[in-house]
């Protein structure tokens, strides 16, 4: 499996990355508060992909550079049994980045129900980052 392009991350920087990642997630939820389903989506989206950072610098030491944001998501595969679920957390990392190109360049909006359920599923992810960078760090 292609992991694209990476970079080393000292694990130090974990922590750091998931606070972007819970700020990315309360932007989400003002957003799907005040009705800005496509701001909440994308908002949820970019949580995710900074969990997933967060996760992959605390367990492999690097997070992926790769403008694809599917390969962030097999870096995260990598990972293997360092972290428990993480096989599992890569492929919801994977639906959330399906609906990116929808959300940011498509003339169409959001659904209710797509945002919610983007901030649902973001809301996840960044539970279990927390999870994986709290054990992890220092």
């Not at 367990?59 to 870096?75: C, F, I, N, V, Y």
């Not at 679920?85 to 639906?95: D, E, F, I, T």
Request: hydrophobic share 40%.
């Amino acid at each position: 499996m292609p992991i694209g392009r990476t970079a080393d991350s000292p694990r130090r920087d974990a922590p750091v990355l998931l606070q972007k990642a819970e700020e990315f997630l309360r932007t989400s939820v003002r957003a799907e508060e005040a009705g800005d389903r496509d701001a909440a989506m994308l908002a949820s989206i970019h949580a995710a992909i900074t969990a997933n950072d967060a996760a992959c610098v605390a367990l492999l030491g690097k997070h992926s550079t790769d403008p694809d944001h599917q390969r962030a998501a097999d870096l995260l595969e990598t990972a293997g049994d360092r972290g428990p679920g993480a096989g599992q957390r890569a492929g919801q990392l994977r639906a959330l980045l399906k609906k990116k190109n929808l959300v940011e360049y498509e003339a169409r909006r959001a659904s209710v129900a797509e945002a919610r359920d983007a901030l649902e599923r973001a809301t996840r992810f960044v539970s279990w980052a927390r999870d994986v960078v709290g054990k992890v760090s220092p």
